[in-house]
C-alpha cells in the first residue's frame, strides 16, 4: 500500500524584510505615508515521503565478435530471448522500451588495428509490482543480459501529496512572517506574491551485482526500495499594515 504524508520544515531557508519608507518630501496621498510600500517576504518549506509503486530498470545485452554482423546476430539472439524473459514475467510490451543500440570495433594495443567489433543493446523495462525487480533481474540475467544502468523507483502519481504539502509549506512561511512583522511593529496585510519550486526525487540506484556472462547466484537479487522524498518550497511576500 502506498504511503504518503508532508512534513514542514522547521528551517528558514531565507527571511527578508523589506520596508521602504518614502521621502519626507513625497505626498503619497496616504493618510499613514509608506504603509502600502512595507512588505515582508519569506520563504516556506514542506517535505513530501512517499513509497514507491513503480520502479524502471535498465538491462542490456553486450556482445563482441570477429565481425559486424556477427556481433549484431549473436547480440539480437541474446537481446530476444532477455525480452522473453520480460514477457514471461508479465511484463506488458509498452513497458519495455529500447533506448541504446550501438556497434563499434575493438582495437588492439596499437589502436590502430581493429580486432573485432562489439554491438549493445539497451532497454528500459518498467515494472509495476516492485516486488518482481529482483526476480526480473535474475531471469534476465540468466537469459543474457550482461549490462545494467540501474534502478529508478518512482511514483505512478508523481503530484500525490504536492497539494497538501504547499499548503503547509505556505502556513510555515505564514508562521515566520507574522513572526517578523510582530518584530517589525507591524501586522501582516495580503498576499502580494507566491513563487513555488520543488526539488527532484533521489537519484537512480545502480544495480551492483556482477552481470557478466555467467555470474548469477543461485540466491534471488534483494531489492529495498528508499522512501522517496521530495521538498516543496514557498516565498511569500505579504504587505505590511
Known amino acids: 500500500m502506498k504511503r504518503i504524508g508532508y512534513i514542514s520544515a522547521g528551517v528558514v531557508l531565507g527571511a527578508i524584510v523589506a520596508l521602504t519608507l518614502p521621502s519626507l518630501a513625497q505626498d503619497t496621498g496616504s493618510s499613514t505615508p509608506g504603509i502600502a510600500d512595507r512588505t ?23 556482445t563482441q565478435a570477429n565481425t559486424a554482423q556477427g556481433a549484431l546476430s549473436e547480440n539480437a539472439l541474446k537481446m530476444t530471448a532477455l525480452i522473453a524473459s520480460l514477457l514471461d514475467k508479465g511484463v506488458a510490451k509498452d513497458d519495455i522500451a529500447t533506448t541504446y543500440v550501438s556497434i563499434y570495433p ?6 590502430m588495428d581493429i580486432t573485432g567489433y562489439q554491438a549493445v543493446n539497451q532497454v528500459d523495462v518498467t515494472l509495476r509490482d516492485i516486488s518482481k525487480v529482483g526476480a526480473v533481474i535474475d531471469d534476465a540475467v540468466k537469459a543474457g543480459a ?3 544502468n540501474g534502478i529508478t523507483f518512482k511514483l505512478s502519481d508523481e503530484n500525490q501529496g504536492v ?11 505564514r508562521s515566520k512572517a507574522e ?4 518584530a517589525g511593529d507591524a501586522r501582516l496585510g495580503q498576499v502580494v506574491t507566491i513563487q513555488e519550486s520543488s526539488a527532484g526525487y533521489p537519484p537512480p540506484i545502480y544495480y551492483g551485482r556482477d552481470m557478466a556472462a555467467g555470474a548469477v547466484a543461485e540466491a534471488s537479487t ?14 511569500v511576500t505579504w504587505s505590511l499594515t
Open 163 to 173: 497539494n497538501q504539502a504547499l499548503d503547509a509549506a505556505v502556513a510555515n512561511a
Open 146 to 148: 550482461n549490462l545494467s
Open 179 to 182: 513572526s517578523l512583522a510582530g
Open 40 to 62: 515582508v517576504t519569506v520563504s516556506g518549506t514542506a517535505t513530501i515521503k512517499a513509497t514507491p509503486d513503480e520502479a524502471v530498470v535498465s538491462l542490456g545485452v553486450q
Open 106 to 111: 575493438t582495437y588492439g594495443n596499437s589502436g
Open 222 to 235: 534483494p531489492i529495498q526500495p528508499p522512501t522517496l522524498e521530495t521538498q516543496v518550497s514557498v516565498t
